[in-house]
């Protein structure tokens, strides 16, 4: 407040100066006797009066305007420089952190790729097995074929070649008995249909005893298997002709036909009989 008043007292003060001054030259240059100087031109002197308000105002504007700088004190100057340091550590780890973060980004894209080509080679070289397998399994298939196809047509050819034997025989037999005797009696047909029944009974048990029935067999089970039997009694071939039970049935079935193999042979080639079908049944 008393530096306000101050102010306004100050340019009260001024301006009367001025003024003061301003008289004495007018009055000084009077008293002189020389005559005053020739003016080409009239000087005349401004003076603007101020209020105290206005004088405070500039000075507030001045003061807000251009404040007073401060000279930093050596622990501020100290804290500054270690603010920069700061800084500069900072932005280096923030490089050096964005550098490793490429770094590790990077290296994961070559494993993510190098993993994708191994994938790929790895799928193609199964690719290459898979083919190759495939093309060694049709070779092995229709070696196994032709091989299958030369058996049977081996077995077709003694088949045949046992049939026309058996056939040469059985004429062989009938003629010799038509020649010794022109007429059978019934006695003698009756005989031989019981030699015939004979022959296929022994074949019946000789199976029979070699067949392991499968243990919890339903009571309805069989199977009628039709048997090719060479003239020496070999068993030449099994079909299935018909059956309801499941394959360890089969399996046992076939197994006693090929145990009992050779068969056993009638007392007359003449009853001989290639193909004999047999029917299994389970038995209590």
């Known amino acids: 407040m008393l530096r306000d008043n101050w102010l306004e007292y100050k340019a009260i003060i001024i301006s009367v100066i ?11 240059g009077i008293s002189f006797n020389k005559p005053p100087p020739k003016l080409t031109s009239l000087q005349t002197i401004k003076v603007k009066m101020v209020s105290s308000k206005q004088l405070k105002k500039k000075y507030k504007e001045k003061k807000t305007r251009a404040p007073k700088k401060k000279s930093p004190t050596p622990n501020e100057v100290q804290q500054k420089v270690r603010e920069k340091l700061a800084q500069e550590n900072k932005e ?3 490089i050096a952190l964005k550098k490793k973060m490429i770094e590790i980004q990077e290296n994961k894209a070559k494993a993510k790729k190098k993993k994708e080509e191994f994938k790929l080679k790895e799928s193609k070289e199964k690719e290459k097995k898979k083919k190759i397998k495939e093309k060694q399994d049709k070779k092995k298939e229709k070696a196994k074929k032709r091989k299958k196809d030369r058996a049977k047509r081996k077995k077709k050819r003694e088949q045949n070649r046992a049939k026309k034997e058996l056939q040469k025989k059985i004429a062989k037999e009938e003629k010799q008995e038509n020649n010794e005797k022109p007429t059978r009696t019934r006695a003698q047909n009756r005989k031989m249909e ?3 029944h004979q022959y296929k009974t022994s074949i ?9 029935q499968p243990a919890n067999m339903s009571p309805d089970s069989f199977c009628e298997v039709m048997v090719t039997q060479l003239p020496s009694g070999d068993v030449q071939d099994i079909e299935i002709i018909q059956c309801n039970a499941d394959d360890i049935f089969i399996r046992s079935v076939e197994q006693a036909i090929l145990k009992a193999s050779p068969l056993p042979l009638p007392k007359k080639q003449s009853l001989f009989d290639p193909e004999i079908r047999f029917t299994f049944k389970p038995q209590p």
């Open 92 to 94: 280096k780890e923030e």
């Open 18 to 28: 001025g003024h003061i001054i301003v008289l004495g030259i007018i009055i000084f």
């Open 204 to 212: 019946t048990q000789q199976v029979q005893r070699r067949w392991l």
């Open 194 to 196: 019981l030699l015939k």
